[in-house]
């Protein structure tokens, strides 16, 4: 089956620091991978969605100076939150899908960023 | 931009009992697929159903949902809810060929004893 593996599942980082965050695809290939945060409210935004052979497209708000995105291949992503502030802090998911699924997403559990 | 509305808040439901959680849309896109996904505390948010075919019906666990474009609905129904059940059900939908997923705000579903 589609799996979605997210690390760390939680982290702290200190105000103004910045923290990295890692999303693995295991059984499917990885197409498309969306990055959302998820508020305390449990409300999903999403960030950005990047699609193999096309550039990585930010929602408003979310700009790629503060949440540069990497996806290297088809089982693997990145995300950094650059300069950490407490309006930062939330579970960030990851969500990946394949052209043969129709672009189902798939997520992982979530990184939890806490910013002291 | 798209839009979607769910039953907002706690919806509480006696164990054994239908419950039905509501999940209406906008969008200017012909191509479209709905999603309901579950998520229990501390997991990664669970596909349980998908759609794109308006008025058939889609099973799955129990669940079952039918797009209906006419009223742009994908409510999520179940005829006999069970203690397990309780969790976050959110209602998605994805226009165009994209794989961007616009979730509505989710509802929390508990059953009770």
């Known amino acids: 089956g589609a799996l979605v593996y997210q690390y760390p599942r939680r982290t702290i980082c200190k105000s103004g620091t910045s923290m990295r965050m890692e999303c693995q695809a295991v059984?499917?290939?990885?197409?498309?991978v969306a990055w959302y945060r998820q508020s305390p409210q449990k409300t999903f935004e999403l960030i950005a969605l990047?699609?193999?052979?096309?550039?990585?497209?930010?929602e408003q708000n979310f700009t790629q100076e503060k949440f540069p995105i990497s996806h290297p291949n088809l089982s693997f992503s990145s995300m950094t939150v650059l300069n950490a502030y407490l309006e930062d802090r939330g579970l960030y998911l990851c969500g990946a899908g394949d052209w043969s699924s129709q672009n189902t997403l798939y997520f992982g559990a979530g990184t939890r960023l806490s910013v002291l | 931009g798209d839009s979607v509305t769910q039953t907002e808040g706690l919806v509480t439901v006696t164990e054994g009992l239908p419950v039905m959680l509501n999940c209406t849309y906008q969008?200017?896109?012909?191509?479209?697929?709905f999603f309901w996904y579950v998520q229990y505390l501390n997991e990664a948010p669970k596909l349980l159903l998908r759609s794109s075919t308006d008025n058939k019906r889609t099973e799955h666990q129990g669940f079952h949902a039918t797009l209906h474009k006419s009223s742009s609905s994908f409510h999520l129904q179940k005829s006999s809810v069970q203690l397990s059940d309780s969790a976050l059900y959110y209602c998605?939908?994805?226009?165009?060929?994209?794989?961007?997923?616009?979730f509505g705000k989710g509802t929390k579903l508990s059953v009770k004893s």
């Open positions: 059984g499917f290939q990885a197409t498309s």
């Open positions: 998605a939908l994805r226009g165009g060929s994209n794989a961007k997923l616009t």
């Open positions: 969008t200017a896109y012909s191509d479209v697929a």
């Open positions: 990047s699609t193999v052979n096309s550039a990585i497209k930010y």
